[in-house]
């Protein structure tokens, strides 16, 4: 089984600030990796897919880098609604998932 | 608008069965493979089960494989899992979920997702 390890566990970020969420995998998962923003009481929405690209509708400020095993979510200019738990995701061995224990993002 | 309405959650004692099911609205069902992830309370996210389009396909995290089944019911644009030996460790938050497609392909990831049913294994 791939194992997905995000770090930090909390990040703690003025708003404007910039942010930016690490996703290592235990084997290379090719661009097979996918972001995705959870707030409480809601299910999580998919950020990006591909490693890199933007799902429809969500802002450019968020951008996804990496392949291989080590990925990066970056948002460029926190907002008020950002602040939320981030999970990362691979697919490589579709249809067999794993998540990220996850990072959460909480107003520094 | 796509909409995902899972339900059949509840409270069963351990070596139970349930089965949940979610309703699909707003999308050609028949065209999308389906997932069921959980949710235990106040964790991370945990992949169930897969299903493709058709059904031809299903695959199960070995965590539930031999006690879960997935099922999709194409006329009734409905998605199934049937949950037998429950063990507390099953208790979560059970989504249904549809996998992400766009510009004609589809990716492993999850595009929309319902709010949830909640099950609870416990004596």
């Known amino acids: 089984e791939i194992v997905m390890t995000q770090s930090p566990a909390t990040l703690s970020v003025s708003p404007g600030e910039r942010a930016t969420l690490s996703c290592r995998a235990s084997q290379s998962v090719s661009s097979n990796l996918a972001w995705y923003q959870q707030k409480p009481g809601q299910p999580p929405r998919l950020l990006i897919y591909d490693a890199s690209t933007r799902a429809t509708g969500i802002p450019a400020r968020f951008s996804g880098s990496g392949s291989g095993t080590e990925f990066t979510l970056t948002i460029s200019s926190l907002q008020s609604e950002d602040f939320a738990v981030y999970y990362c995701q691979q697919y490589n061995n579709w249809p067999g998932w794993t998540f990220g224990q996850g990072t959460k993002v909480e107003i520094k | 608008q796509v909409q995902l309405v899972e339900s059949g959650g509840g409270l069963v004692k351990p070596g139970g069965s349930l089965r949940l099911s979610c309703a699909a609205s707003g999308f050609t069902f028949s065209d999308y493979y389906m997932i069921w992830i959980r949710q235990a309370p106040g964790k991370g996210l945990e992949w169930v089960s897969y299903i493709s389009s058709s059904s031809s396909y299903t695959n199960y995290a070995d965590s539930v494989k031999g006690r879960f089944t997935i099922s999709r019911d194409n006329a009734k644009n409905s998605l199934y899992l049937q949950m037998n030996s429950l063990r507390a460790e099953d208790t979560a938050l059970y989504y249904c979920?549809?996998?992400?497609?766009?510009?004609?392909?589809?990716?492993?990831?999850?595009?929309?997702w319902g709010q949830g049913t909640l099950v609870t294994v416990s004596s």
């Open positions: 979920a549809r996998g992400y497609c766009s510009g004609g392909s589809c990716y492993g990831s999850a595009g929309y």
